[in-house]
């Protein structure tokens, strides 16, 4: 049996905490947002002890009206109210590798006064599948982002330089940055067009596997009396939908579903505002200009991004409604090389989609929880039978259509493991997102365990079939057997 076989069996059999105690259970999934799933740190809010509590009346102070008789001698007065007890502060963020060796230094006080936080995790993975292809474009394409079969890939190595805004106990506005730069294989699905797309092809005219994409970098400020408040962003952002993540942290599986891979962008370059409306509504509007495009690129072209939660009382139930919304015509005039898998994949043009996206999760109990992503897409004057346009016309031709429901099942087993399981039928009726016409169907059984705080091993099996088309090892096979295993380690 292969070492990494018996430490999965150790892990989970185990009954030892590990040192330092059990890690802390993984919180709730939430809609991801792509990538917000884990929120910057908030500073806890300053309360004075005892609070309103102290200044209510207690029995046997002074009243107006008549007293009633006293009979006893000598008796003393009641002593004093016990104060209040004072409210729990916030949870500290959660201090990571670098962050705890810097605590305590000349290095590490700058940050903490300026709110400041280097962090990072690396992400590596293995795919074992049934097929037997494995060149330049991906054996398991286009099951995706460990596309390639039966090898090892260091999917990502993410630097996170983050100042959080104050959110809380205050009425100033506060100023903040974010910067993630993804290195790893990952970078060839999140590459904007126009920016560093040339390390795509390498000199033989082959994909480069390994590449760098600052994914992600914006300022904002957060204004807590606008609403019940509001943050301003401004910068290459994450679309604000979506069930799944870019981040390896923050999503359920080493490989992705249909629905966040082939269906909406990842990421814009725009100003995004979010409003607090109350504790059950809340709001993220960006005005961008276009899906995945850099600024200045022939392919760009304005659109509105945004996303509305609602949360209930008891906060067991939630559903956001998101969408990114243009002209939503197929842009034929701006070809793209070298082409590449997942949002790249547009040697015709440049994909102008539409996308609207609803996601619902319920909470059971602390243990169960449920959520659902419903998405449909569509976009116009789409060529035909060509690489990256449509494979079948339809009665509305040139327009393209294509749509999802995934179902996602988590069952949190013990504090240092989650089981989940991934159900989903994507229809991509004209072939134009993943090259092939037909009715997806795919179920991903897995596993998060987390044998330390800073350590998360992911182990799944996943089964796809295509009844009307053979899209899997190289166009023969209606359907593909993967089981991988992903590691990511926090600093």
Do not use: C
Request: proline share 10%.
């Amino acid at each position: 049996m292969s070492p990494i076989l018996l430490t999965l069996l150790s892990l989970s059999t185990g009954q030892v905490d590990p040192p330092g105690g059990p890690p802390n259970p993984l919180p709730q999934f939430q809609p991801a947002q792509l990538g917000q799933a884990e929120p910057p740190p908030v500073f806890p809010e300053f309360r004075p002890a005892g609070g309103a509590a102290a200044a209510q009346p207690q029995p046997g102070a002074d009243q107006p009206g008549p007293k009633p008789l006293d009979f006893t001698v000598n008796v003393p007065p009641p002593p004093p109210p016990a104060p209040a007890t004072p409210p729990a502060a916030a949870t500290p963020p959660d201090r990571w590798a670098l962050m705890r060796a810097l605590q305590g230094t000349w290095y590490g006080a700058g940050l903490d006064d300026n709110r400041t936080a280097i962090s990072g995790w690396f992400e590596g993975s293995y795919t074992a599948s049934t097929v037997n292809h494995n060149a330049g474009s991906g054996g398991n394409s286009p099951v995706v982002w460990n596309d390639r079969a039966n090898r090892f890939l260091l999917q990502q190595a993410w630097f996170r330089l983050d100042r959080s805004v104050v959110t809380s106990g205050t009425t100033d506005i506060t100023w903040g940055y974010r910067v993630d730069v993804l290195s790893g294989t990952d970078y060839r699905f999140t590459q904007q067009r126009g920016l560093f797309n040339s390390q795509l092809e390498s000199s033989r005219g082959l994909q480069n596997l390994y590449g760098v994409d600052p994914l992600q970098f914006y300022a904002n400020m957060y204004i807590p009396t606008l609403f019940e408040g509001t943050d301003v962003r401004a910068g290459r952002l994450y679309t604000p939908f979506g069930y799944e993540s870019l981040e390896a942290i923050s999503t359920p599986f080493a490989s992705r579903s249909y629905a966040f891979n082939w269906s909406p962008p990842f990421t814009h370059m725009g100003i995004m505002v979010s409003p607090t409306f109350n504790k059950q509504w809340s709001g993220r509007f960006m005005l961008a200009n276009g899906n995945d495009v850099w600024i200045g690129n022939p392919a760009e072209e304005m659109r509105a991004v945004g996303a509305i939660t609602w949360t209930s009382l008891s906060k067991a139930d939630s559903a956001t409604f998101g969408f990114s919304l243009g002209r939503g015509k197929f842009n034929a005039g701006s070809p793209f090389a070298p082409s590449t898998l997942g949002e790249q994949n547009e040697p015709a043009g440049r994909n102008n989609l539409n996308v609207l996206d609803l996601v619902y999760t319920h909470i059971f109990n602390p243990k169960l929880n449920y959520a659902m992503e419903v998405i449909y897409g569509w976009q116009s004057n789409v060529p035909a039978n060509v690489p990256g346009g449509i494979v079948r016309l339809d009665a509305d031709e040139g327009t393209a259509h294509w749509g999802s429901v995934v179902q996602y099942l988590n069952w949190n087993f013990a504090p240092w493991g989650t089981q989940i399981t991934r159900v989903e039928m994507f229809d991509d009726f004209n072939g134009q997102r993943t090259g092939f016409v037909g009715f997806y169907q795919a179920v991903t059984v897995g596993a998060q365990i987390r044998p330390y705080k800073w350590m998360t091993v992911r182990p799944e099996i996943r089964y796809d079939h295509n009844g009307y088309s053979t899209p899997f090892n190289n166009g023969t096979q209606h359907s593909i057997l993967t089981a991988a295993f992903d590691f990511i380690l926090r600093w």
